[in-house]
């Protein structure tokens, strides 16, 4: 028995191309060849590729956990972001090409969007934001996050074999360790981590924990403010 497409399927299919190839291999005939389909076949689910990529977007959303029983006492809000934001994360470092679709136009018209975006609004305002300065940080945060996936150096690139990241790598690294001494001493002391990432939890971690300390000293500031 033929195996049936569905939308769920294209959404897979989309994912697997975006993590071995990037971007601009992602195209509705392309998508439609590896999943063993014609482009008219797909079209059945998605109008076009802009939809296509909403659809991954909302997956993406989807893979974020929100921890939220009314039955149980909340954790402390800076402990409630840390989680979700370690959730967000897991989701987009498992497809670090599709992170920059959760900015598209779009992309957040969808429940599981509206549940974190909820969830995050709920957290500041426990932090003592008002809804402007809430919905700034949130959309802050994202931005955070995504930058983060797409800052980790030396992080595998789409297309490119074992061989040929590495001497990329090597490459850059080259180029900072034959920089000045005398006037650059501290990028080529830094010329590994900038060029590598031997401990990624370790890099994501501190990403976050900047941010929430960024959070939590404006929150304090404007609790003495108000008193």
């Known amino acids: 028995m033929e195996p049936r497409l569905s939308r769920d399927t294209l959404v897979d299919g989309a994912l697997r191309l975006l ?19 014609t482009p008219m076949a797909v079209y059945w689910h998605v109008k076009n590729k802009d939809e296509l990529l909403l659809a991954v977007s909302e997956r993406i959303w989807g893979l974020s956990v929100v921890h939220d029983d009314p039955d149980l006492e909340p954790p402390e809000p800076l402990d409630q972001l840390r989680s979700l934001f370690a959730s967000m994360l897991s989701a987009l ?10 900015t598209r136009t779009g992309a957040g018209h969808n429940k599981a969007c509206f549940d974190v975006t909820e969830a995050t609004l709920r957290i500041f305002d426990r932090l003592g934001f008002p809804p402007d300065q809430a919905a700034q940080l949130s959309i802050q945060a994202l931005w955070t996050l995504i930058s983060l996936v797409g800052g980790e150096p030396g992080a595998a690139q789409p297309g490119l074999g074992a061989e040929e990241q590495a001497e990329k790598e090597r490459s850059r690294r080259a180029t900072f ?34 941010f929430l300390a960024g959070v939590a000293r404006l929150a304090e500031s404007q609790a003495v403010n108000r008193t």
């Open 93 to 102: 470092r498992a497809h670090p090409q599709a992170a920059p679709l959760l």
């Open 19 to 37: 993590d071995a190839e990037g971007m601009e291999a992602l195209t509705i005939r392309r998508l439609a060849q590896s999943l063993g389909f």
């Open 177 to 210: 360790l034959s920089l000045d001494p005398a006037r650059y001493p501290h990028v080529i002391a830094a010329a590994p981590a900038l060029t590598n990432c031997e401990q990624p939890d370790t890099f994501y971690q501190l990403g976050v924990e900047v």
